[in-house]
């Protein structure tokens, strides 16, 4: 296991970009890297494990909370016992710093070899996740809020809106730049959607792995004073639209099942509902081990 370096990102970025396949399991995709890079590309860096197979990236675990590590894997090694085994082992040995004393979750919504080995490893099933999608292919309808991209110039609305629709957000300024100047930025859009008065009401950025693959949503969100008013259904499709014009293939997006009004505005929006997944919960006896 390698933790990269700066230099590494647009590797690695590119690495899980070509992972993103129609039919397979949506994994950590570029957009996840590039909305944690908001926070810098040191941090990003830092926040990065690689597995190698010789001169290979096999697997790529991201640290995006201080006890979530979300895991990709190569689809050419999604059976590879050997990677499997070596993760699982990094993530209760070298990892286990990284994975604080606690609650330590691992994503792995890809990879069978993998899941079984967390499996038998004793980690159990944490929250359930919802994974909603929607192909590209057909019409997407009209919305009412007038939609504009952000620009480096223009990112005020963008940051209240975040600000009012996720509690405590972390994006500013400063951070909204630095996100836009990493690579996974390079394939993604800020979009803000405003009323007919003018007023800032939605929020989101969408993130392309390259035509014919696979988009996501990270993340969208309707300003408080906005809500139920069919808005969070125009940012879920006027997302669509900006991914499809990008060349996506689809759009993907995942919300924790408890999230209603997000999983009824996103099926609102066309999207329809894969299916649950679980995160994989550290066993008790690695915690209590780890405490002591
Ligand atoms: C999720 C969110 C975007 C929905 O925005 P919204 O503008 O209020 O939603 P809409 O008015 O477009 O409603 C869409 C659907 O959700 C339903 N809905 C809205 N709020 C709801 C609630 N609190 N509970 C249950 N359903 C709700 C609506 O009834 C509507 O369903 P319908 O189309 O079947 O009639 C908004 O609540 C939000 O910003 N939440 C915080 C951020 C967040 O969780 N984002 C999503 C994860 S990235």
């Not at 640290?63 to 050997?82: F, G, S, V």
């Not at 309808?141 to 504009?148: G, N």
């Not at 940012?235 to 293939?249: E, F, H």
Request: with cysteine; glycine share 10%; proline share 6%.
């Amino acid at each position: 296991m390698l933790t990269p370096s700066t230099a590494d990102l647009p590797d690695i970025i590119a690495t899980t970009a070509s992972w993103q396949r129609e039919g397979l399991p949506v994994q950590v995709h570029p957009g996840d890297l590039g909305w944690y890079q908001r926070f810098g590309a040191d941090a990003l860096a830092g926040a990065l494990r690689v597995w190698t197979i010789g001169d290979e990236i096999a697997a790529i675990g991201f640290l995006d909370e201080t006890e979530l590590i979300r895991m990709a894997i190569a689809p050419d090694h999604a059976d590879d016992k050997t990677i499997a085994d070596a993760i699982v082992s990094d993530l209760v040995g070298d990892l286990s710093d990284l994975l604080p004393a606690g609650t330590g979750i691992a994503e792995a919504r890809f990879g069978p070899a993998l899941q079984t080995a967390l499996a038998e490893a004793g980690w159990t099933s944490d929250e359930p996740w919802t994974l909603l999608h929607r192909s590209l292919d057909d019409p997407i309808p009209p919305v009412s809020l007038t939609i504009d991209v952000v620009e480096p110039g223009n990112i005020d609305d963008r940051i209240t809106v975040e600000a009012s629709a996720f509690p405590g957000a972390s994006l500013t300024h400063d951070r909204w730049q630095d996100m836009a100047a990493g690579c996974a930025y390079r394939q993604a859009r800020c979009l803000v959607g405003y009323t007919s008065d003018g007023e800032a009401a939605g929020a989101t950025t969408v993130w392309s792995a390259g035509p014919g693959r696979p988009g996501i949503i990270e993340p969208l969100g309707v300003h408080s004073d906005h809500r139920g008013l069919g808005f969070g259904v125009d940012m879920a499709r006027a997302a669509a639209a900006a991914l499809r014009d990008m060349g996506a293939s689809s759009i993907t997006v995942a919300t924790p099942s408890s999230n209603t009004a997000a999983v009824a505005a996103y099926r609102s929006a066309g999207m329809s509902i894969l299916g649950e997944v679980m995160d994989f919960r550290r066993p008790d006896h690695i915690r209590s081990e780890r405490i002591r």
